[in-house]
């Protein structure tokens, strides 16, 4: 008796190559649909899985393939005598392959104005429970669900004369779970969307397929790879890159704390971000695109040296010259014009990414921990200067008010403890990762020199004592920035006023650990 293959597929890729070769092999090929449709336009020998079953596509085709002659063909045990009296008795034939892809869920949604209705009509049934059902059985079949996997099986089936290993058929079946798990994962992250909580539900799953292997980790002793969420291809898996060698583990890392503190910003007010081990090491928005980059640059040039540059619009010729001054690793922008190509050009090593959609990204930080992992909302709360506490007898001005809404915006992404002075947008000090809060003031404050006079200086998390403020007091910070929350809060606002400073509480804590 020939061998039986079952072809039932969504993207039509590769398979009428695949399908001939199965012909030539001397399978018999089942297939519902669109499939059997398109094979027969080929002229390619098909039996609709309809003909085949005795019943017919019911409920607008939402039914096809859910069957006990296609289900048992394919979860029958072939060494098992029972088994095999079952087929016999049923008048069902073992299936050899089962192709199958699903229907575009994640495509679907990504569309401007989905409705949830025809999201759920793309929700695929039959399609994960052949998948399933033929990983489950893969010691007598083999199954395909992706058009990628087709030449490494029509290769394995000649070099093997038919008789594919176990070995490749257990891989197949391994893919083949991980993408029902991709599949059902991105389904149910919709329906989490659709009922927005803060609460974080009973369960959660990740799923990734590879993007590319990577040369090496954090360090070169430490294997790496990067995987992208779901089946359509978003975040940086989607950015375009114009030039430039191979994206590190290092560089993907920080060019992600990157994309997440140039958001913070309107794409209508020029900004540019420069970051070293995730740390901006400067930050500032200007007239223009090339002026904002200058400002980020020269807060820190010693530290910006091999450094990530974050752009919140398309780089134009100006900016592109002024990026080619340096050795940088990374930029990334949303866009690149002709004239500012040609000047990159120059950097030949220079990484030039385009992500035209910055702000797409996470909506939940993920961290793994032995036996498990912790999951968070990001933080991504927008500053709301009206809902501030003034405490200090001296009043903000405008343009202090607006000059600590733009170091709050970024403090957020310094490591904690994190202390942030900035003057006329700019960063003029930054200090990071310190074990406790003093040492990063006084860090900051030696960092950013006499340009501090007349700055505002932010803080992540609360004061607990009043050394800090004395000390920001003397080299020329006229306005603070903090959350407030400690029990010693009222000598932090006493020094202030003796010292006529600003001092507001945003009463939200923003560290990063």
Same mark, same amino acid.
């Given at each position: 008796?020939?061998?039986?293959?079952?072809?039932?597929?969504?993207?039509?890729?590769?398979?009428?190559?695949?399908?001939?070769?199965?012909?030539?092999?001397?399978?018999?090929?089942?297939?519902?649909?669109?499939?059997?449709?398109? =094979?027969? $336009?080929?002229?390619?020998?098909?039996?609709?899985?309809?003909?085949?079953?005795?019943?017919?596509?019911? =409920?607008?085709?939402?039914? %096809?393939?859910?069957?006990?002659?296609?289900?048992?063909? &394919?979860?029958?045990?072939?060494?098992?005598?029972?088994?095999?009296?079952?087929? +016999?008795?049923?008048?069902?034939?073992?299936? @050899?392959?089962?192709?199958?892809? =699903?229907?575009?869920?994640?495509?679907?949604?990504?569309?401007?104005?989905?409705?949830?209705?025809?999201?759920?009509?793309?929700? $695929?049934?039959?399609?994960?429970?052949?998948?399933?059902?033929? +990983?489950?059985?893969?010691?007598?079949?083999?199954?395909?669900?992706?058009?990628?996997?087709?030449?490494?099986?029509?290769?394995?089936?000649?070099?093997?004369?038919?008789?594919?290993?176990?070995?490749?058929?257990?891989?197949?079946?391994?893919?083949?779970?991980?993408?029902? @798990?991709?599949?059902?994962?991105?389904?149910?992250?919709?329906?989490?969307?659709?009922?927005?909580?803060?609460?974080?539900?009973?369960?959660?799953?990740?799923?990734?397929?590879?993007?590319?292997?990577?040369?090496?980790?954090?360090?070169?002793?430490?294997?790496?790879?990067?995987?992208?969420?779901?089946?359509?291809?978003?975040?940086?898996?989607?950015?375009?890159?114009?030039?430039?060698?191979?994206?590190?583990?290092?560089?993907?890392?920080?060019?992600?704390?990157?994309?997440?503190?140039?958001?913070?910003?309107?794409?209508?007010?020029?900004?540019?971000?420069?970051?070293?081990?995730? @740390?901006?090491?400067?930050?500032?928005?200007?007239?223009?695109?090339?002026? *904002?980059?200058?400002?980020?640059? @020269?807060?820190?040039?010693?530290?910006?040296?091999?450094?990530?540059?974050?752009?919140?619009?398309?780089?134009?010729?100006?900016? +592109?010259?002024?990026?080619?001054?340096?050795?940088?690793?990374?930029?990334? *922008?949303?866009?690149?014009?002709?004239?500012?190509?040609?000047? =990159?050009?120059?950097?030949?090593?220079?990484?030039?990414?385009?992500?035209? $959609?910055?702000?797409?990204?996470? %909506?939940?930080?993920?961290?793994?921990?032995?036996?498990?992992?912790?999951?968070?909302?990001?933080?991504?709360?927008?500053?709301?200067?009206?809902?501030?506490?003034?405490?200090?007898?001296?009043?903000?001005?405008?343009?202090?008010?607006?000059?600590? #809404?733009?170091?709050?915006? #970024?403090? %957020?992404?310094?490591?904690?403890? +994190?202390?942030?002075?900035?003057?006329?947008?700019?960063?003029?000090?930054?200090?990071?990762?310190?074990?406790?809060?003093?040492?990063?003031?006084?860090?900051?404050?030696?960092?950013?020199?006499?340009?501090?006079?007349?700055?505002?200086?932010?803080?992540?998390?609360?004061?607990?004592?009043?050394?800090?403020?004395?000390?920001?007091? *003397?080299?020329? &910070?006229?306005?603070?920035?903090?959350?407030?929350?400690?029990?010693?809060?009222?000598?932090?606002?006493?020094?202030?006023?003796?010292?006529?400073?600003?001092?507001?509480?945003?009463?939200?804590?923003?560290?990063?650990?």
């Amino acid at each position: 008796m020939s061998r039986l293959a079952l072809l039932s597929v969504s993207d039509k890729t590769g398979i009428l190559a695949l399908a001939r070769q199965l012909v030539e092999f001397g399978f018999e090929i089942i297939s519902s649909g669109g499939t059997a449709k398109t =094979l027969q $336009d080929a002229g390619i020998t098909v039996t609709k899985v309809s003909d085949y079953t005795g019943s017919p596509e019911i =409920l607008g085709g939402r039914v %096809k393939t859910l069957h006990p002659r296609i289900h048992g063909g &394919i979860l029958a045990r072939q060494d098992l005598s029972e088994d095999q009296a079952d087929l +016999a008795a049923n008048n069902i034939r073992p299936l @050899n392959l089962v192709v199958v892809n =699903l229907y575009p869920f994640e495509k679907t949604i990504a569309q401007p104005n989905v409705t949830v209705s025809e999201a759920i009509e793309k929700i $695929d049934i039959g399609g994960p429970t052949l998948i399933r059902a033929a +990983a489950k059985n893969y010691q007598y079949l083999t199954v395909l669900c992706s058009p990628d996997q087709y030449e490494n099986y029509l290769t394995e089936y000649r070099q093997s004369q038919g008789e594919l290993s176990l070995e490749f058929r257990q891989q197949m079946a391994g893919y083949a779970f991980s993408h029902t @798990n991709s599949y059902d994962r991105a389904i149910s992250a919709y329906f989490a969307n659709l009922n927005q909580s803060e609460d974080l539900g009973d369960s959660y799953s990740i799923a990734g397929s590879k993007v590319q292997s990577l040369r090496y980790g954090e360090n070169p002793h430490q294997s790496a790879a990067w995987y992208q969420t779901g089946t359509v291809a978003s975040g940086w898996a989607a950015a375009t890159k114009l030039q430039g060698k191979e994206l590190s583990y290092n560089n993907l890392v920080d060019l992600e704390a990157a994309r997440r503190i140039i958001t913070e910003f309107d794409p209508c007010e020029p900004a540019a971000a420069v970051l070293k081990h995730t @740390n901006p090491c400067g930050a500032a928005v200007g007239a223009t695109l090339a002026e *904002a980059y200058e400002k980020a640059f @020269n807060a820190d040039n010693i530290s910006a040296f091999g450094g990530i540059v974050a752009l919140n619009q398309p780089i134009d010729g100006a900016t +592109a010259i002024a990026l080619t001054k340096t050795f940088l690793e990374c930029v990334v *922008a949303p866009g690149c014009n002709e004239e500012a190509r040609e000047i =990159l050009q120059a950097k030949s090593k220079l990484r030039i990414l385009l992500l035209p $959609d910055l702000i797409t990204g996470q %909506k939940e930080t993920i961290k793994a921990i032995a036996g498990g992992f912790l999951v968070q909302k990001s933080d991504d709360q927008i500053e709301d200067p009206d809902q501030w506490q003034i405490v200090t007898e001296k009043q903000p001005t405008p343009e202090q008010i607006a000059e600590m #809404l733009f170091a709050q915006k #970024l403090v %957020k992404h310094v490591k904690s403890n +994190a202390i942030l002075v900035s003057r006329d947008r700019t960063t003029l000090g930054i200090g990071a990762g310190q074990m406790n809060r003093v040492g990063s003031v006084k860090i900051t404050l030696e960092q950013a020199g006499d340009k501090a006079q007349g700055g505002v200086l932010a803080s992540d998390g609360f004061f607990p004592f009043d050394d800090s403020v004395r000390t920001a007091a *003397a080299a020329g &910070i006229t306005a603070i920035i903090q959350p407030g929350g400690s029990i010693r809060d009222k000598d932090s606002i006493a020094a202030a006023n003796e010292l006529g400073l600003v001092m507001v509480l945003s009463g939200t804590r923003h560290f990063l650990h």
